[in-house]
């Protein structure tokens, strides 16, 4: 039994439309993510400053030790909590999470500064065997 199959050439259109994208930047304004650290609690704090001034008002308010920064903005302080979040990390209403290896791990995977001192990344290494 032999199946008369036609085959139709054709080319598919793509129907263009506009996009609005809201660039204003009043919800998530440029400014510096941090990391915290505090001995006395062996507590990490992340979040978000406006500047380098405020930045270190909040050092020198509290007794906490700056482990890395950079250049980001609101939303990514908000993207990480709710990534930690769905990872089971918990944290306190102040954004205090109890420093481990594993909360290190995947702040640096995540690409949040943590700097050098308290966590230190692997290098995996391959060798490359001729027999």
Known sequence: MMNNRKIIKGYKTLISSSFNVNTSTDKFN???IFTLYSDKFNSLKVGFAENERVLEKKLSSEAL???D???GNK?????LITI???LG?????NLYFKYSISL???LSILGWPVGKSLYKQRKIRKELLCA
């Open 30 to 32: 440029e400014g510096i």
């Open 65 to 67: 030790i700056l482990l």
């Open 69 to 71: 920064k950079k250049k």
């Open 75 to 79: 939303k990514e302080l908000f993207l």
């Open 84 to 86: 930690l979040k769905e």
């Open 89 to 93: 990390i918990k944290y306190s209403d």
């Open 104 to 106: 290190m791990r995947h």
